[in-house]
């Protein structure tokens, strides 16, 4: 067993791990949003391996974590990789699904997590200027004082903000495109160039915001800013008819939305939020829920209490799901009665409130889990074309059909088109509409057989997606949870265009021309 040190600096103490074993299923979190080591490291323990693990505990390598403490010091480590010819990959906070910052056992791994400054905020042009490693909630809390705040976030805050966008996240809103668009300037330190700046309007800039990391260790980013808002969220339940007959006035008129689809139950979950009218609504006010939580929760502890005998007192909305997965996780009786539970949750949690835009758009995402997500196009804003109703049908139907154990909930977002080569969304359409589908199993046991028969169950769910859904609506997976064969390849080539994909491979022989910052992953997909 290993023992990770903490870094000195306080910050990053809110990522430290340890490892209680080699394994990911063995994997026990110090912190809810973190997975990598910070650790400040002697010369001596820079040349021992260390085991690293992703949130989820599904994908691990066993590297050299190298942990710069100054940009000098960043640099100067991409340049001796490259005049050695040694791979090293740049990794953030680990929370990516698939590992997609994780490297072959025994090289190198960059973070960046003691480079975490903010390091201007321009009030009058709203944009703020970061240290890759910084995290989405320092820059919130930075931005906070000025009156500013991000235009948009995924469903964590935890990111570091290179790797936020360096991998495309996304959160939700049919006029909003995902983070990545939201650049408009970059330094990165590359083993091809040394390092470049690349501004927005510049002939390549389009390659490096959702680069994977492929080109270089991005240093700094600048991004654009919108004035710090209030949200008023709506929590509502719907029934699948209802959604599908609402659907167009629901992303059309809705800042921020998205469906929680819950199969073998005849609920979607709908939240919306939008931008308050100054003086009618403050922090904390809006029509709350009819019931208080003990009795919003009640439909779990009741069916827990009936399967186990513990009534799961003091257990919260994902650890009581968990909790219930844990007993039989792939039983489709069990798994139906547990969705059934969580529709009469919401059902229960039906209301709206008001506060900060910050704090609105995270949201719960469960406990340790196997997902994946696609984005395929859904028209325009103006014109929506009904392929995102037509998939969650179809996907509905595969799942009640042929009896697949999939918990709760299938999520549903919507973004704008994005420029950058590699986006998932990208479009060069003004006003493009995308649709972003999850789907997930959890993980709510250690054992490691277990975790195991719940990954190859997850894979053949995900299988029938691959093979029955994405060829016929062009999606293409969230870059953190595509796991890669030649098949992500092909649906590049179809959906991105030859067009994107030789610009990107141009920037790639520019910027890394040995590919020293790839991974078996990405060397499986851009051959």
């Known amino acids: 067993m290993l023992l990770l040190l903490r870094v000195a600096r306080a910050a990053p103490l809110r990522h430290a791990r340890t490892t209680a074993a080699s394994g990911p299923s063995n994997w026990t979190p110090l912190a809810a949003a973190a997975a990598l080591l910070l650790a400040t490291q002697t010369k001596a323990e820079e040349d021992e391996l260390e085991n690293v693990v992703n949130w989820s505990g599904t994908h691990a390598c066993s590297v050299h974590v190298k942990t710069p403490e100054t940009r000098h010091e960043a640099i100067q480590i991409v340049a001796e990789h490259a005049s050695r010819n040694e791979r090293i990959r740049p990794v953030g906070g680990a929370l990516s699904p698939n590992g997609l910052a994780f490297a072959e056992d025994g090289s190198s791994l960059i973070n960046l997590a003691l480079l975490d400054k903010v390091l201007n905020v321009d009030v009058e042009n709203r944009t703020v200027t970061v240290e890759a490693g910084c995290r989405v909630e320092q820059v919130l809390e930075a931005l906070e004082p000025h009156n500013l705040t991000l235009e948009n976030l995924a469903s964590i805050a935890a990111q570091q903000v290179g790797g936020f966008v360096g991998a495309g996240a996304h959160g939700t809103g049919a006029c909003l495109p995902p983070v990545d668009e939201h650049v408009l300037e970059m330094t990165v330190a590359t083993p091809g160039q040394g390092v470049v700046t690349k501004k927005r309007g510049d002939a390549d800039f389009h390659a490096f915001p959702c680069s994977l990391g492929l080109l270089g260790v991005t240093l700094t980013l600048t991004l654009r800013c919108v004035p710090k808002h209030l949200l008023r969220e709506r929590t509502q339940v719907l029934t699948r008819q209802e959604v599908i007959q609402r ?24 939240v919306s939020n939008n931008p308050t009218v100054d003086g009618v609504l403050g922090a904390g006010q809006g029509y709350e829920p009819r019931h208080d939580m003990e009795y919003r929760l009640e439909p779990f502890r009741s069916l827990l209490k009936d399967v186990s005998g513990d009534d799961g007192e003091g257990l919260g909305f994902a650890e009581l799901r968990d909790a219930l997965l844990a007993v039989k996780p792939l039983d489709l009786e069990h798994v139906k009665k547990i969705n059934r539970a969580e529709a009469e949750f919401w059902r229960r949690s039906q209301g709206t409130h008001v506060g900060d835009s910050s704090t609105k758009l995270n949201f719960e995402c469960g406990g340790q889990q196997w997902v994946n997500e696609c984005c395929f196009p859904a028209g325009t804003r103006s014109a929506p074309d009904g392929k995102d109703m037509r998939y969650m049908l ?7 059909s042929e009896g697949i154990p999939a918990p709760a909930p299938i999520e549903q977002r919507w973004t704008a088109g994005s420029s950058s080569l590699l986006s998932p969304a990208r479009s060069t359409t003004e006003d493009a509409l995308f649709s972003w589908v999850g789907i997930i199993m959890y993980l709510p046991s250690d054992d490691e057989r277990v975790r195991k028969s719940i990954g190859d169950a997850f894979r053949q769910y995900k299988g029938r997606c691959e093979s029955d859904l994405w060829p016929v609506y062009g999606a293409l997976e969230h870059w953190a949870k ?11 080539k179809k959906r991105l265009g030859d067009d994107a994909l030789t610009h990107f491979a141009d920037a790639r022989a520019t910027y890394d021309p040995q590919r020293l910052l790839s991974n078996p992953l990405l060397d499986g997909i851009f051959k």
């Open 247 to 270: 659907h167009a006035e629901l992303i059309q008129d809705n800042r921020h939305v998205r469906f929680m689809w819950i199969p073998f139950a005849d609920a979607v979950v709908v």
């Open 394 to 400: 179809r996907l509905l139907d595969i799942i009640e």
């Open 482 to 492: 595509v796991e890669g064969d030649a098949r992500v390849q092909e649906r590049l």
